[in-house]
């Protein structure tokens, strides 16, 4: 694994070239998590605050991802934070993104971060995927032609709203890092945050009934939604055995039984 960085292991050609967009750096609060950069953290600037992150200019992975994420931020304008720059300086590529006033998402049982978390995905459930963004079945290369069928199509894809993907504050919610985007059904990041939530404790039921108020998954068909179990439960078997395996596919597997649980 890459070792993280911070700030002040930055290149000062890279802090400067930072500062010369933010403005002068007052304190800086590093951000120890985030699996697509390898540096993050909050600036307290002479114009407020900003979050930054970034990659080693020569990661192409990381950089990809980059020029993905700046790519697709206006077509998420309102459900992200807003991009203000880019730079690439002392070997490394930085996002800069408006500073917003959230704290991680709590998925639990009660939680009132529930609604505007539906608030915001719902907000972005109409995106179509611009050209560029890759198809999520090119995920499973070894998918036969009927579920590579029933798993296309053109919305705009998170793919990974886990709780530190998503930020809720004031009473709304933000979806944040689009570095993995794909293009596929609408209903695939409501079934993946459904799973999230029972990751939080959610019981199944309550997991699908908070699923069930977005019409994209309502209506997905229900031979889509056993194709996406099927392949997720095969793939992460083949990762980490069956037995590492067993609580996240049994979560997958609750998807199976959403008409039972929608209403």
């Known amino acids: 694994m890459n070792e993280r960085a911070t700030w002040g292991g930055l290149p000062e050609e890279t802090r400067a070239a930072v500062a010369d967009r933010s403005g002068l750096v007052?304190?800086?609060e590093d951000v120890p998590h985030g699996i697509t950069?390898?540096?993050?953290?909050?600036?307290?600037?002479?114009?407020?605050q900003v979050f930054?992150?970034?990659?080693?200019?020569?990661?192409?992975?990381g950089s990809a991802a980059q020029a993905r994420e700046a790519a697709l931020n206006p077509l998420v304008a309102g459900a992200s934070?807003?991009?203000?720059?880019?730079?690439?300086?002392?070997?490394?590529?930085?996002?800069?993104f408006e500073w917003v006033d959230g704290r991680h998402a709590n998925l639990s049982p009660g939680s009132a971060d529930?609604?505007?978390i539906a608030k915001v995905l719902m907000a972005v459930q109409g995106v179509r995927a611009p050209a560029g963004v890759p198809p999520l079945t090119?995920?499973?290369?070894?998918?036969?032609?009927?579920?590579?069928?029933?798993?296309?199509?053109?919305?705009?894809?998170?793919?990974?709203?886990?709780?530190?993907?998503?930020l809720v504050g004031d009473g709304r919610a933000w979806v944040v890092d689009w570095a993995m985007p794909a293009a596929g059904p609408a209903w695939v990041d409501v079934a993946y945050t459904a799973v999230r939530l029972m990751e939080g404790d959610q019981a199944p039921v309550e997991a699908l009934r908070w699923a069930a108020q977005f019409p994209s998954w309502a209506g997905a068909d229900p031979a889509a939604v056993?194709?996406?179990?099927?392949?997720t439960c095969r793939y992460r078997t083949a990762r980490v055995g069956e037995r590492g395996a067993r609580?996240?596919?049994?979560?997958?597997?609750?998807?199976?039984?959403?008409?039972?649980?929608?209403?």
């Open 138 to 166: 090119d995920q499973w290369p070894d998918l036969d032609d009927t579920d590579r069928a029933l798993l296309a199509g053109d919305a705009l894809l998170h793919t990974d709203t886990n709780p530190h993907n998503l």
């Open 52 to 61: 930054v992150k970034g990659v080693p200019a020569d990661d192409a992975r």
């Open 26 to 28: 007052r304190a800086v």
């Open 114 to 116: 529930l609604a505007p």
């Open 247 to 263: 609580a996240s596919n049994a979560r997958f597997q609750t998807l199976l039984g959403a008409r039972t649980f929608a209403t």
């Open 37 to 48: 950069c390898r540096f993050a953290a909050v600036l307290s600037t002479a114009g407020g």
């Open 226 to 231: 056993e194709a996406l179990v099927k392949v």
């Open 81 to 96: 934070p807003r991009l203000l720059w880019q730079v690439k300086a002392g070997g490394w590529d930085v996002l800069g």
